[in-house]
């Protein structure tokens, strides 16, 4: 490990060379939007809403997953980016059925969030209206696909952190879909602990508990963050 | 909520609402200006409004509130005479913006909603019954939309805000204060 120094946004840094983009930029008050990192779990790169210029090179590349190095100079808010990011999300409101005023996650939510700081006023893509199914056999908790972004988060912690795995995606492009298992009902799941740690990690209202109405369900993942610092004491 | 100039000819802009396939929510919303509508209706005359007792769009309209999506052959013919019709159409609250509850059905399809919830398939008498569209869906996908207001529904304040500044001739800056769902 060694320090390098680079600049994002015009802006003068140093930071670890084992240290991500999206990190280094953080700790120096830039914030770059995400919606599939999670801190506590390993990076994904799988939403691109951390899409970055990197000068010198061609194509963008993730934050979240790209290295810094020395003499790097990034910037993570032009013009272009804005408009990808714009699209990125519009297409996830048209890939599902998001009804954010019925929702349990209504005004607690990354991607109702996310539209207002991108200031999506409407959506200009199509909607793809997909029949998509609910899983309610689990005794605390629901699945409902419509609202599901594939960002992977609850897959992550329920590997990573709880170890078991019960989560993984099936499918491929947009037949891609969250399952349970050998894709059998979420209350049938042998391997399922019943923990929640997939419905705090949700960032909408996919993952939600039982009985709770319309926006009434509040999330919090902070607890990754302590349970990742007392791995890194232990060890 | 009768303007005293609507019979007669009057100077002021012409303001209308029109109600496609909402719960009413925005209009409600609308009517929690409260003292507020007076000075509004002091600025312009409202035309045309499930509030208001006229029956037809008039010729020339130049601010219309939209609430609701559209969702019936009806809903699509009405947006498209409003548009000709006027100069500053809004989109007004979720489901004209999104589709929003209306669009939940849109998934399943129309057969399976009208046996649902009307007991028995198409409607026996299409020319008093509009026909359902095979989706419910944003204004903006049928007609060009100039101001989307965003909320589920907007306050009252948000959209006194934004009949004003558009009477003022001014594109009302609505991000701090509406976004979806809320």
């Not at chain 1, 969030?113 to 200031?119: A, P, T, V, Y």
């Not at chain 1, 006023?121 to 629901?142: G, N, Q, T, W």
């Amino acid at each position: 490990m060694r320090v390098v120094t680079l600049k994002i946004n015009g802006q003068e840094m140093s930071g670890r060379d084992d240290e991500d983009i999206l990190h280094v930029a953080r700790e120096h008050g830039i914030d770059i939007p995400t919606l599939c990192q999670l801190d506590g779990v390993s990076e994904w790169g799988g939403c691109r809403l951390c899409l970055v210029e990197i000068e010198g090179s061609p194509k963008l590349s993730a934050a979240c997953v790209t290295k810094v190095s020395e003499g790097m100079v990034v910037n993570t808010n032009t013009e272009r980016l804005a408009g990808y990011r714009k699209s990125i999300v519009e297409m996830l409101f048209t890939e599902g059925n998001h009804v954010c005023s019925v929702c349990v996650s209504n005004n607690n939510c990354e991607l109702q969030d996310m539209s207002h700081e991108l200031k999506i006023d409407h959506i200009s893509l199509p909607y793809r209206y997909p029949l998509k199914e609910v899983d309610a056999s689990h005794d605390l908790f629901i699945f409902d696909a419509n609202r599901c972004i594939l960002c992977t988060r609850c897959i992550r912690v329920c590997d990573e952190v709880e170890g078991a795995h019960t989560w993984d995606i099936a499918g491929r492009g947009i037949k891609s879909q969250l399952i349970s298992d050998l894709h059998q009902p979420w209350g049938d799941s042998p391997s399922c602990t019943s923990c929640g740690k997939c419905v705090e990690a949700c960032p909408t209202g996919a993952l939600f508990e039982k009985g709770k109405a319309a926006g009434e369900m509040v999330k919090d993942a902070r607890f990754l963050v302590y349970l990742e610092e007392m791995k890194e004491e232990k060890s | 909520m009768i303007s005293e100039n609507s019979d007669t000819a009057s100077n002021l802009p012409k303001l209308a609402t029109v109600w496609l396939d909402g719960c009413s929510g925005c209009h409600m919303s609308l009517l929690d200006m409260d003292h507020r509508l007076l000075t509004l209706l002091e600025q312009a005359d409202l035309v045309y409004s499930p509030l208001v007792d006229q029956k037809h769009f008039p010729d020339y309209v130049d601010i219309t509130l939209v609430e609701g999506a559209i969702s019936s052959e009806a809903d699509l013919e009405k947006i498209l005479h409003v548009r000709a019709h006027t100069k500053i159409l809004v989109s007004l609250g979720d489901c004209a913006v999104t589709a929003n509850v209306p669009s939940l059905r849109n998934p399943l399809g129309v057969n399976a909603i009208l046996e649902r919830v009307s007991a028995g398939g198409l409607p026996k008498q299409p020319d008093t019954v509009p026909l359902l569209c095979a989706h419910a869906r944003p204004v903006h996908t049928a007609v060009k939309v100039d101001l989307f207001v965003p909320g589920c529904p907007p306050s009252a304040d948000t959209i006194f805000l934004v009949i004003s500044e558009l009477l003022a001739g001014r594109q009302p800056d609505l991000h701090a204060i509406t976004r979806f769902g809320l």
